[in-house]
């Protein structure tokens, strides 16, 4: 079966840190493109990072020079390092992995709260 696990989420003042962590099992990493969304309340979701098969990444402009996408085909894991944090940073984010072969299936986790307040 196919698993996708977010962790690393949690309570930071504005300024901070936070690491997430996303360990994919039941699929072939290494042909996934790996990305992290995330929904604020009201609003559509949004891509925050991606970074593909052959390690190409592509950020949101509102997260870009603050936040960092890494994968690690050994560990079925990709990260999202997240400095700098704005209370705006505030929503559950999700990590999503994407085939990119036929029939080029979409798996998603269910996600780690992200809360940036004073």
């Known amino acids: 079966q196919v698993q996708v696990v977010e962790s690393g989420g949690g309570l930071v003042q504005p300024g901070g840190s936070l690491r997430l962590s996303c360990v994919a099992s039941g699929i072939t990493f290494s042909i996934y493109e790996m990305g992290w969304y995330r929904q604020a309340p009201g609003k559509q979701r949004e891509v925050v990072a991606r970074i593909t098969s052959g390690g190409t990444i592509n950020y949101a402009d509102s997260v870009k020079g603050r936040f960092t996408i890494s994968r690690d085909n050994a560990k079925n894991t990709v990260n999202l390092q997240m400095n700098s944090l704005k209370p705006e940073d505030t929503t559950v984010y999700y990590c999503?992995?994407?085939?990119?072969?036929?029939?080029?299936?979409?798996?998603w986790g269910q996600g780690t709260q992200v809360t940036v307040s004073s």
């Open positions: 999503n992995a994407r085939e990119t072969r036929h029939p080029f299936r979409d798996y």
